[in-house]
């Protein structure tokens, strides 16, 4: 992984308004490292991203807007791993859009380990529930990481019998780790982190904005 200085760089990238991950590659493609591409020219810019993507890269780092996720880091539990990094997931490269940063808390060696999905109903019954908490299980001690989402019902219990067993648990989340959603799974989210892992490709909320999702809450960072 890269030192927060480097990543620094990669993470004010991510948070010029409008610039999606496929433009992002595209800039890295065609300048290298985000620091490069904010030192390229403006005419240079304009040939990958439109006039006022390119206008916002020219304007530099807004250090005001990566104060945050610098701070968020030198928690030991927070990570961030980007396209250039060895410990991202090769896996994920194979696909069509691969998030040029994935924000991490929690055990990231458990990136690199053979894993399985379990996901299903919100609304499971509490049979289901039990039936997936202990198929993870089995799976987790025979050297399987459980993959979930975090959600309610089947996702929850999966995430349980992912961390009882030995192998523990991955949740892949939809919002930024400084929200834990829903809330009812705090409890989950704080025990992801310290035995298992969360992994999110969002950045931090704003501090200006104070965003949340319906039913979300906040996961203590510091």
Do not use: C
Request: aromatic share 4%; glycine share 10%.
């Amino acid at each position: 992984m890269q030192a927060p200085q480097e990543l620094e760089y990669w993470v004010a990238l991510s948070l010029i308004p409008g610039l999606g991950g496929e433009k992002y590659r595209s800039l890295l493609q065609t300048f290298g490292l985000p620091e490069q591409v904010f030192a390229a020219g403006l005419s240079s810019l304009k040939q990958v991203v439109s006039d006022s993507i390119a206008q916002e890269i020219r304007l530099g780092i807004d250090h005001a807007k990566t104060a945050a996720t610098l701070a968020w880091l030198e928690n030991p539990q927070n990570h961030i791993v980007t396209l250039a990094d060895a410990e991202y997931p090769r896996a994920l490269l194979e696909i069509p859009d691969p998030p040029p940063l994935l924000y991490l808390k929690g055990r990231i060696e458990l990136l690199g380990k053979p894993g399985i999905a379990i996901v299903g109903s919100r609304n499971a019954t509490p049979q289901g529930e039990k039936n997936a908490e202990a198929f993870a299980q089995t799976l987790s001690d025979g050297g399987l990481t459980v993959v979930s989402g975090m959600a309610l019902g089947i996702d929850t219990a999966a995430h349980k019998g992912g961390l009882s067993g030995t192998a523990s648990s991955i949740a892949v989340v939809g919002t930024g780790l400084d929200i834990v959603y829903p809330a009812r799974n705090r409890s989950l989210a704080h025990r992801l982190a310290d035995e298992g892992l969360i992994v999110s490709e969002f950045s931090l909320a704003p501090p200006q904005s104070g965003a949340t999702s319906p039913g979300a809450t906040g996961l203590s960072v510091v």
